[in-house]
Nanobody, 121 residues
Framework: QAQLVESGGGLVQAGDSLSLSCVAS????????MAWFRQASGKEREFVGR????????FCADSLEGRCTISRDNAQNAVYLQLNDLKPEDTAVYYC??????????????WGQGTQVTVSA
């Protein structure tokens, strides 16, 4: 059974940095594109960024460029999201997701339960 478990969320202050982790089990992690999404209360889920299976190419949403870094450690079945210069509008539940690169269009079949990030002004 595939499982993605996020961690690292919490209450932070504006301007701080935060690193989230997501550990996968029960799926082909090294064969999965990994992505981060977020959903603020009352808003639709928003794409944050993703990283390819080798971990040598990643990108973040335009709105987060310059503040967002995504990395992965295939030996640890883990993907990471670092957000710098956090703003109150970054407050959301952050989810990691796994997708099969062989499927087009890409669909994220597996999702974590999410971790809450709250940024105080």
């Amino acid at each position: 059974q595939a499982q993605l478990v996020e961690s690292g969320g919490g209450l932070v202050q504006a301007g701080d940095s935060l690193s989230l982790s997501c550990v996968a089990s029960g799926l082909s992690f090294t064969g999965s594109i990994m992505a981060w999404f977020r959903q603020a209360s009352g808003k639709e889920r928003e794409f944050v960024g993703r990283i390819n299976i080798l971990g040598d190419r990643s990108f973040c949403a335009d709105s987060l460029e310059g503040r967002c870094t995504i990395s992965r450690d295939n030996a640890q079945n883990a993907v990471y999201l670092q957000l710098n210069d956090l703003k109150p509008e970054d407050t959301a539940v952050y989810y990691c997701a796994a997708g099969d690169p062989r499927v087009y269009p890409l669909v994220y079949q597996h999702w974590g339960q999410g971790t809450q990030v709250t940024v105080s002004a």
